[in-house]
């Protein structure tokens, strides 16, 4: 499935699949936080080099980074390491970077951002 996503990354039955696998076998979204990450930078893919990673599959030459869905599942895995550690911090990141990805998939001209989640207004710093 991680070849899949390295194909077509704005793929979101893919990411679906993704979860889902994760899911049903009760595995923690942060066991694929290294792959997820490579997708959720901007930037064109590094050269391929002799050796290649086959458990973290890197995105493909012309792929569309960052991915907003890769974005979203960094947001849900620092929901849930939140959670578990009881840290705000995490959480606070994961709200903010939704909010952030809102504006950015939904042009919404807004310098603050509230969201049904927490309930708190977050100021948020868009650069354009």
């Known amino acids: 499935m991680k070849q899949n996503i ?5 793929n979101p039955s893919a990411w ?9 076998n009760e595995l923690p979204y942060s066991t694929v936080e290294d792959f997820v990450k490579l997708y959720s930078v901007a930037g064109e893919p590094g050269p391929a080099g002799d050796i290649v990673d086959l458990e973290n599959p890197p995105p493909t030459r012309g792929a569309y980074l960052p991915c907003p869905l890769a974005i979203e599942f960094m947001a849900d ?8 550690d009881g840290g705000k911090e995490p959480i606070l990141r994961a709200i903010e970077v939704r ?13 603050f951002c509230c969201c049904n989640r927490c309930g ?9």
Not at 99 to 111: D, P
Request: glycine content about 10%; overall charge positive; some cysteine.
């Open 99 to 111: 909010c952030t990805l809102g504006h950015f998939l939904f042009r919404v001209e807004s310098e």
């Open 120 to 128: 708190y207004p977050l100021r948020m710093n868009m650069t354009r």
């Open 16 to 24: 679906n699949y993704l979860r889902g696998v994760l899911d049903t």
């Open 77 to 84: 895995i620092w929901e849930k390491d939140g959670g578990k």
């Open 6 to 10: 390295s194909l077509a990354p704005n």
